[in-house]
Every structure is written in structure tokens, then in C-alpha cells.
């Protein structure tokens, strides 16, 4: 089996696949096992971070010696020391790391391309694969990142901004007066108490962003290719936006863990399976 873990600033998202020895490069050979989503914790030792992942494995009555390889992306420097350590104690394996270097098979047109967030490559070949292109990834993340992809299956660039998370915790601490509220759909955008005011604000305001950088970006690839993207929706709050949205087309929730399939299955070799299967358990 195939463990792929993506490191956010918030949320850590394990997938475990299930791998057909014979022909792991076909999609249809793989399948999604089990997957979770844990916080993320930036001080938490390696036995910590070992402890846990035991304990899910255990509530689906898995065993981590079922585990023959580890692909791990991660925007978090400071947990990958630690979740290196934690494949080679509670796993007895060497990971890989999305990094520069790692084969892709998607040429990423941007000026340092070593800047580029490894959940955004990750998304990026994810979606070519599943959707073709020109596409345009919306992650819904601490970060809320827009990501483009031709019709070639090229990286072309993208942008980044403040999350709906982070825009309401900003508003909350330096306005003293306004309260922290759940974020959520109003029934209406005219609110009559103070609540519903900060409600449709937060929300109405982050679909006016998303959908004012999407209407642009797709003016601008229109220039280059008329052919409409599709607009592709993943991250905890990609649901909610999908609803008023006026270009995100659908969600997909498992777009980054199917990535780090896609890439690993472009990054295995012979020798790396062999010493797994070598190895006693």
C-alpha cells in the first residue's frame, strides 16, 4: 500500500491507496483505502506523530507494516524532519518528498519554479490527469490559491491570498466591538443583527474575491486559448463556495491525495519496490 501524506499550515491529510503490484501505473489499479484529516502541529514530536497515526491505522483495523511506500508533500519545514523520522520508526521506509527534482511530467512556466508550494504542483498534476486542461485549481486552504494549467498540461502560474479564515480572524481581533461568529451561508446578504452582518460580509465578500479572480484569470487565458477552463474547487471550505460561486464548477475533495499517487507512481522505481517487498514484517 501507497500512504500520502499532504502537509498544510492547519490540516495534515493522510490517504492511504491500495496499489496492483503488476500494474500501478493505470488509475483504475489503485483505491483509496481509508484517509484522514488531522490538525497540524508544528512542535509535536516524532513518537507523537508516530502514536497517532498507529491509533487511525487501528480504528480500521489496519497495521502500519501494511504500508510498503510514503509520499509526503508539505508546506510545514519544520514537521518534515520529524515526519522523516516517523516513516523510518513506525514504518521502516524512506519517503519521498515532493521537492525540485521530483518527475512530474508537467513543465511549470514560472520565473523560480523551486518557489512553487508543493501542494499547488500537486493539484496541478492531479487535475490535468483527471480533467485535462486548460483548468484552473481554486484550494480553499489557510491560503486560498488559484492555480492554472493549459491545455498542454503546462503550469502557468496562479495567485495566492488570505484564506476566509484567516480574513475573519483578522477582522475579529482588531475590531473590538464585533464578536467571533461562525462562518456560514446567511440566508440572506441584507442581515438585520449584528451576526448576520458579519455572516454575509465574510461570506458574500470572499465569493465577490474568488469569483473576481477567476473572471479575470479566464479573460486573460482567453487571450492565449478561447477554450472555456474548467474550474475545479478542493480544501475544507471548497463546499461552501461552490454553492454561489459563479465559476467554480465542481468540488474535489481528494484532488491532492490522488496527486501524490500520480507522482509517486511517476517517481517509483524497480529498486524502491523490491527493497519493500525484502523487507520482513
Known amino acids: 500500500m501507497l500512504l500520502a501524506i499532504d502537509v498544510g499550515n492547519t490540516n495534515t491529510v493522510l490517504g492511504l491507496f491500495s496499489l496492483d503490484a503488476s500494474s500501478a501505473t493505470a488509475a483504475n489499479q489503485t483505491s483509496l483505502v481509508a484517509h484522514w484529516r488531522v490538525s497540524t502541529h508544528r512542535t509535536q514530536t516524532a513518537d507523537e506523530y508516530g502514536v497517532l497515526f498507529v491509533n487511525l491505522f487501528n480504528q480500521h483495523k489496519l497495521s502500519t507494516g501494511q504500508v510498503h511506500h510514503i509520499?509526503?508533500?508539505?508546506?510545514?519545514?519544520?514537521?518534515?524532519?520529524?515526519?522523516?523520522?516517523?516513516?523510518?520508526?513506525?514504518?521502516?521506509i524512506q519517503p519521498i518528498f515532493v521537492e525540485p527534482g521530483i518527475r512530474t511530467g508537467m513543465p511549470v512556466l514560472v520565473d523560480n519554479p523551486s518557489e512553487l508550494g508543493a501542494d499547488r504542483l500537486v493539484n496541478a498534476v492531479a487535475a490535468f490527469a483527471k480533467y485535462g486542461g486548460p483548468t484552473i485549481v481554486v484550494d480553499f486552504g489557510t491560503a486560498t490559491t488559484f492555480d492554472v494549467i493549459s491545455a498542454r498540461g503546462e503550469y502557468l502560474g496562479g495567485a495566492i491570498t488570505p484564506g476566509l479564515g484567516i480574513s475573519a480572524d483578522?477582522?475579529?481581533?482588531?475590531?473590538?466591538?464585533?464578536?467571533?461568529?461562525?462562518?456560514?451561508?446567511?440566508?440572506?446578504?441584507?442581515?438585520?443583527?449584528?451576526?448576520?452582518?458579519?455572516?454575509?460580509?465574510?461570506?458574500?465578500?470572499?465569493?465577490?474575491?474568488?469569483?473576481?479572480?477567476?473572471?479575470?484569470?479566464?479573460?486573460?487565458?482567453?487571450?492565449?486559448?478561447?477554450?472555456?477552463?474548467?474550474?475545479?474547487?478542493?480544501?475544507?471550505?471548497?463546499?461552501?463556495?461552490?454553492a454561489d460561486s459563479e465559476f467554480v464548477q465542481q468540488q474535489d475533495e481528494m484532488l491532492t491525495l490522488d496527486g501524490l499517487r500520480l507522482l509517486f507512481e511517476k517517481n517509483r522505481t524497480d529498486d524502491v519496490a523490491a527493497r519493500a517487498a525484502r523487507r520482513p514484517r
Open 170 to 242: 483578522a477582522l475579529f481581533a482588531r475590531a473590538a466591538r464585533l464578536g467571533r461568529v461562525d462562518i456560514r451561508r446567511p440566508a440572506k446578504v441584507i442581515g438585520t443583527n449584528t451576526v448576520a452582518h458579519l455572516q454575509s460580509g465574510l461570506y458574500y465578500g470572499y465569493i465577490g474575491l474568488v469569483d473576481g479572480i477567476l473572471r479575470r484569470m479566464i479573460a486573460e487565458m482567453h487571450l492565449a486559448d478561447p477554450t472555456p477552463p474548467h474550474v475545479i474547487a478542493t480544501g475544507g471550505l471548497a463546499g461552501m463556495i461552490l
Open 71 to 92: 509520499i509526503i508533500s508539505s508546506v510545514v519545514p519544520p514537521v518534515e524532519n520529524t515526519l522523516q523520522r516517523v516513516c523510518e520508526l513506525y514504518f521502516d
